[in-house]
T-cell receptor
Framework: DAKTTQPTSMDCAEGRAANLPCNHS???????VYWYRQIHSQGPQYIIHGLKNNETNEMASLIITEDRKSSTLILPHATLRDTAVYYCIVRASPGTYKYIFGTGTRLKVLA | KAGVTQTPRYLIKTRGQQVTLSCSPI?????VSWYQQTPGQGLQFLFE???????NKGNFPGRFSGRQFSNSRSEMNVSTLELGDSALYLC?????????????FGAGTRLSVL
């Protein structure tokens, strides 16, 4: 199965950019990387996904390296409500609908 | 558009009993996936259903089973409950096709086994 690796925890000052890295070196060529976050054991919330190019939406930006082995989720102006566990996920293998969640990064936004 | 609905939200059972959890997907979504989340193991994939067929399965014992109905609603059943089955059970729905497949999660069912 494919695998993702993320730092266990990070702190970020309120109003600053939060940059959350993810290693997905085993990802296959046409597979997307998805980012979710989970607040207080609620259901994970979809944030953004990407394949090769950088992506941006109203919640965040996603930077994917050219070799696609890693990506960085950017929250441009973190607020206290962005405190959560952030997961990058990929499919276990091409064509399957089994998704692998890593351990995630616990982001704490500090006032 | 209504989101993914899971019922019940909380459940308390005793060892040896069985339990059935329900998931109603977003309208138009044909794929439903189930996950187990525990503090020790994190989020683990249980199985995925598409058009009433189990398409993918995780590494869980046969006590964990599921099904999907023609309206895409899904149920998950756990028989002969063990203490270690205490967890947050999440379901996610998606369109279920192509390489882009965004899953939308419900709030989960928190199961406590005593």
């Amino acid at each position: 199965d494919a695998k993702t690796t993320q730092p266990t925890s990070m702190d970020c000052a309120e109003g600053r950019a939060a940059n959350l890295p993810c290693n997905h070196s085993t990802i296959s060529g046409n597979e997307y990387v998805y980012w979710y976050r989970q607040i207080h054991s609620q259901g994970p919330q979809y944030i953004i996904h990407g394949l090769k190019n950088n992506e941006t939406n109203e919640m965040a930006s996603l930077i994917i390296t050219e070799d696609r082995k890693s990506s960085t989720l950017i929250l441009p102006h973190a607020t206290l409500r962005d405190t959560a566990v952030y997961y990058c996920i990929v499919r276990a293998s091409p064509g399957t609908y089994k998704y692998i969640f890593g351990t995630g990064t616990r982001l704490k936004v500090l006032a | 558009k209504a989101g993914v609905t899971q019922t019940p939200r909380y459940l308390i059972k005793t060892r040896g009993q069985q339990v059935t959890l329900s998931c109603s997907p977003i309208s138009g979504h044909r794929s439903v996936s189930w996950y187990q989340q525990t503090p020790g193991q994190g989020l683990q994939f249980l199985f995925e259903y598409f058009s009433e067929t189990q398409r993918n399965k995780g590494n869980f014992p046969g006590r964990f089973s599921g099904r999907q109905f023609s309206n895409s609603r899904s149920e998950m059943n756990v028989s002969t409950l063990e203490l270690g089955d205490s967890a947050l059970y999440l379901c996610a729905s998606s369109l279920g096709g192509g390489t882009q497949n965004i899953q939308y999660f419900g709030a989960g069912t928190r199961l406590s086994v005593l």
